[in-house]
């Protein structure tokens, strides 16, 4: 919506006052008067008027003095002045002190219209160029914080290359030490300009538009550095070239820095594909990269993982393949491992081309999509040697029994034939006399005693290769390490040997067999109560019980000289003893029943320095041994 300009005539005549008001009401302006010099000084001190009317001929202040009070205070408002004695000099006098026009009186209406309009007219354009100057100045502001500020190296240059206007990037760059660059030349402050670079400026002053991605120049230190530079002319309004403006963004750090990752890419791609451990990406349902050694060694377990195929699987790792698949497919943890067999050319079954893997999946982000990263190992030759190593041991553990066996029946069986030859040779006489009876039947009776012993040798080898079946239901514990420890009491008592019991109370009921569990009980107190017979000094044996997590541990130690630390790994193997008259088979019994109970037992030293012999009993709800 236009403004209505605003008019202030300053006369003391009335006459002129309401004639000036009546020409110029009919226009649409927004028409004032003052009666004298002073009224109209306080008017344009409190309004603004965009055109003042001024007789000169004033009674209370000369007409230029109230001019000049005028301009003073309100320079933007056009003054005409109105004189009945107009002169060459006072028309010259009101102008230089900043008059727009004058007007003589009498005057015509036209001439009146006229220099009113015109006097509007040129403030309107003096104000309309006024804000495009400081619009201008404004943008030119910005356009100069924006360079300035700009990230990049940026400039901008006249045809002569002085700098315009440039970025602090560009004055770290290009500045040559210098702390202002403007109206300085760029040959000036950088004098190592390539004249490739002095050629492609001129291209540019001619409207060309040159890019390069990655171009080289002589650095700072002597080196090569890189650099992207743009080179784009500028206009002015009328479309003439004023000069061009040069971005160049130095990229040495990041060529350096993609030329020592592709270098590492490399060495790291060298690593994967000379790697003894079969590497794939599966992405989007599609094997899109495996090393030599899975094409090699591993080839159909992308089927596996893509597409889920078990039919190169060993019939008995299937199951436990199809759950980790399953498992793989859902994400159920971030990181999923399993071991299986499987045969390299298919479903084969034959024995010989049969592969154990150890096989790791996790996720990543290949390529900036979800992917799964596959790592196989082959540990079938691993397998193999701990199969064979498992046979040593069985066969070891053999050796082991047969050497207890004919050690255990070596004796009596000797004994045996030296009575049955000294039993021949008795009954060799005619007529036995009592004391040859009394022999006989002596020699009889040592005969026997090596029949039981021998007997009592098999019979524990059947328990141990052969132990009952555990009973399993709700147990105490506790009732179970009681009625051992009543059954051991006085034998203990006898021996010198002073039992105390630590027992858990409550203890949870587990499922176990409470008769096993005291025989197992009454054998460590028995094995411990003989390594203290030959000790001087006091014995000790304590029993205790507690819960450990989801377990119950009982404790028997000991006061007695203890197992030496090379030997706890074998003393639960069969017929293992360091005792004249020791089977080895008590031990082994006890590692079988704990081992039944989904157990465990160990062997340390005690507070003492003797023997402590740790059981370890799950807390769970199943009824059956394993």
């Given amino acids: 919506m236009p403004i209505t300009p605003k008019i202030l005539i300053v006369d003391d005549e009335p006459l002129m006052l309401r004639s000036l008001r009546d020409l110029l009401g009919g226009m649409d302006y927004d028409i004032h008067t003052a009666a004298t010099g002073r009224e109209g000084i306080e008017r344009v001190s409190r309004e603004s008027f965009d055109l003042v009317l001024l007789d000169i001929g004033l009674p209370d202040m000369d007409g230029f003095q109230v001019m000049d009070r005028l301009c003073r205070n309100s320079p933007r408002t056009r003054v005409v002045i109105i004189t009945g004695h107009a002169s060459i000099e006072s028309a010259l006098e009101a102008i230089r002190r900043g008059a727009y026009n004058y007007l003589r009186k009498p005057f015509q209406y036209e001439e009146l219209v006229k220099t009113v309009t015109n006097a509007l007219e040129h403030k309107r354009l003096e104000e309309d160029r006024r804000r495009a100057e400081e619009a201008l100045r404004e943008r030119e502001e910005l356009l100069r914080l924006f360079v300035a500020h700009t990230p990049a190296a940026v400039a901008m240059f006249d045809r002569e290359m002085r700098h315009l206007a440039y970025s602090r990037r560009w004055l770290e760059e290009y500045g040559g030490g210098h702390a202002d660059l403007i109206g300085r030349s760029h040959y000036e402050v950088f004098p190592q300009v390539p004249e490739r670079w002095k050629e492609e400026y001129g291209r540019c002053f001619q409207g060309e538009i040159i890019k390069h991605e990655e171009e080289p120049f002589p650095g700072r230190d002597g080196g090569v550095e890189f650099v992207r530079r743009e080179l784009y002319p500028w206009k002015h309004e009328s479309g003439r070239i004023g000069g061009i403006i040069v971005f160049s963004e130095n990229i040495t750090d990041r060529k350096r820095a993609e030329e020592a990752l592709r270098e590492s890419e490399e060495r790291f791609r060298e690593v994967v594909e000379n790697s003894l451990i079969g590497i794939s990406i599966i992405q989007d349902a599609r094997v899109v990269f495996q090393n030599p050694e899975q094409r090699k060694i591993f080839g159909p377990l992308p089927r596996l993982l893509v597409r889920g195929e078990l039919d190169f699987i060993h019939p008995d790792d299937r199951e436990k393949v199809r759950g980790f698949h399953n498992a793989l497919i859902c994400r159920k943890a971030p990181v999923l491992e399993t071991d299986f067999r499987f045969f390299p050319r298919g479903d084969s079954p034959g024995k010989a081309d049969m592969r154990w893997v150890q096989c790791r999946a996790s996720f990543f ?262």
């Avoid at 069985?394 to 009596?412: D, T």
């Avoid at 080898?461 to 555990?470: A, T, W």
């Avoid at 109560?529 to 001087?536: L, Y």
């Fill in 365 to 626: 982000t290949y390529r900036g999509r979800e992917a799964i990263l596959v790592n196989t190992v082959d540990v079938t030759r691993a397998k193999e040697l701990e199969h064979l190593v498992t046979i040593k041991d069985k066969m070891m553990s053999l050796g082991r029994v047969a050497a207890g066996i004919a050690h255990e029946i070596r004796n009596p069986l000797t004994g045996i034939n030296t009575y049955l030859y000294s039993l021949g040779n008795l009954c060799e006489r005619e007529e036995p006399d009592p004391e040859s009876l009394a022999l006989m039947k002596q020699i009889i009776g040592q005969i026997q005693h090596a029949s039981n012993k021998i007997e009592s040798v098999i019979k524990r080898v059947l328990d141990f290769s052969k132990p009952s079946v555990p009973r399993m239901r709700l147990t105490d514990i506790n009732g179970a390490v009681r009625d051992a420890v009543n059954l051991s009491a006085v034998t203990l008592r006898k021996g010198g040997v002073r039992l105390d019991t630590s027992l858990s109370e409550p203890l949870p009921r587990c499922y176990a067999d409470p008769h096993l569990i005291e025989q197992v009980i009454l054998n460590l107190i028995n094995n411990a109560h003989k390594a203290m017979e030959q000790q001087d000094g006091p014995r000790s044996l304590e029993i205790a019980t507690a819960v450990e997590g989801e377990s119950i541990l009982i404790d028997i130690s000991d006061s007695g000289p203890g197992v030496p630390e090379g030997l706890r790994a074998e003393i639960f193997d069969p017929f293992f003893t360091t005792n004249s008259d020791g089977s080895g088979i008590g031990l082994s019994l006890v590692q079988r029943i704990i081992t039944d109970h989904n157990g465990s037992v160990s062997v340390g030293e005690s507070r003492w320095g003797g023997a402590l012999f740790r059981i370890e009993l799950p807390i769970e709800r199943r009824k059956n041994p394993r």
